[in-house]
């Protein structure tokens, strides 16, 4: 019997079954592939992360410096032919100013209760100039830090300085963004640049204390500069309240700008935020140990 | 042959300068827009493989060493699979 089809048919199964072993094939080495190089890349950053670290700050470095540099020129240039600009950059000195007013009001505020602290406690050695001393007795001074690096360009709360261990800074300086506001602590050094976790990162936890009633709180980072804290609703915390870094010398971490009562649970969610806006600064203070 | 090659090579250059490219708009510009710049290139090619240098590029410099350190790496490596075994289903 003639069966002029069945040659076509069987030439398309082995085809198709051809096809198809090629096609798993190369699935599996490109699932090979990627294994590889990620497995090869998460065994460098765990056996190498400080020299990682340094490759990567070292190459990014530059690129980030040019982008600040092109980005400040471009805007003098726009400022210079636009008049609306120059308006418009006047009013926002004059909102910087009154913004620096009202941090240094603050600075004032904490000083106060501090003096008044320290007059009650008597005897102990506090505030050298630009030095303080910490609870172990070391003396402490603040080094001025360019932010190279912030959010948004960072998925994390995390900035990027350009001082780090040759400038004396270790994991754990606390990082200010004035006199008496604190921001976040370092979490990583590498020779001429540092990581700095702010204390809104996502996951953070810090221990606060209330500065109006002196009870202490832990505080959770939730990312985009604002930090909450969950308490029973008896709780003593209002609208403003201003809470502080726990040590000799206590340091602003924020302000409570929103309190949640609304839960039907027997607890309120307390939202704090620093009193300015952390990503459009340019400079830090770092704190380090002489 | 000679066409083929040439080709290749055009196409490998235009590839190391989109990688250039993107390696300094990952620097430059914001997270979530480099993400969504890497998503794209994965479904575009067929096995983009330097989004994984990319990822391991974000982790390095910005997970501090208390976070799980390979958020974006882990993210990346498993996102290229998933296209690599949707991509061969669909041409078939």
């Given at each position: 019997m003639k069966m002029n089809f069945l040659p076509k048919n069987s030439y398309t199964k082995s085809h198709s079954a051809h096809f198809n072993f090629r096609r798993k094939s190369l699935v599996r080495s490109s699932i090979y592939w990627v294994l590889g190089i990620f497995f090869l890349l998460a065994l460098i950053i765990y056996f190498f992360p400080k020299t990682v670290r340094t490759s990567s700050y070292t190459v990014a470095r530059p690129i980030w410096i040019i982008q600040e540099e092109t980005v400040s020129t471009i805007s003098k240039i726009r400022d210079f032919f636009t008049f609306k600009s120059w308006l418009t950059r006047e009013n926002q000195a004059l909102r910087d100013e009154v913004t620096a007013l009202s941090l240094q009001a603050n600075d004032y505020d904490t000083i106060l209760k501090e003096n008044d602290d320290l007059k009650i406690l008597m005897g102990r050695q506090q505030a050298l100039g630009s030095s303080t001393e910490d609870v172990n007795g070391h003396i402490l001074r603040r080094v001025l830090s360019r932010i190279i690096s912030k959010p948004p360009r960072s998925p994390y709360d995390t900035l990027v300085i350009d001082t780090g261990s040759s400038e004396g800074i270790t994991v754990g300086s606390k990082v200010f963004i004035s006199s008496t506001l604190v921001v976040g602590l370092v979490t990583d050094v590498t020779p001429h640049s540092s990581l700095v976790t702010l204390f809104s990162a996502s996951g953070q936890k810090t221990v606060a204390e209330n500065f109006r009633t002196a009870a202490t709180f832990e505080i959770s980072g939730q990312g985009g500069a604002t930090m909450t804290i969950t308490v029973?609703?008896?709780?003593?915390i209002l609208w403003g309240d201003k809470f502080v870094?726990?040590?000799?010398?206590p340091a602003t971490l924020g302000l409570v700008y929103y309190v949640d009562?609304?839960?039907?649970?027997?607890f309120k969610t307390i939202y704090i935020r620093t009193q300015t806006n952390v990503f459009a600064i340019k400079w830090v203070f770092v704190e380090k140990k002489l | 042959m000679k066409n083929k090659i040439k080709k290749i090579t055009s196409h490998a250059y235009n590839r190391a300068i989109l990688d250039i490219v993107i390696f300094i708009l990952v620097l430059v510009i914001p997270w979530w827009l480099s993400t969504c710049i890497i998503i794209g290139l994965i479904a575009y090619f067929p096995l983009y493989l330097e989004a994984l240098f990319f990822s391991f590029l974000f982790d390095t410099l910005y997970t501090s060493r208390y976070a799980f350190p390979y958020i974006f790496l882990t993210f990346s490596a498993v996102l290229i699979i998933i296209v690599s075994l949707i991509r061969t289903r669909i041409r078939t």
């Open positions: 029973p609703k008896e709780t003593d870094y726990s040590a000799l010398t009562n609304t839960s039907q649970s027997s | -």
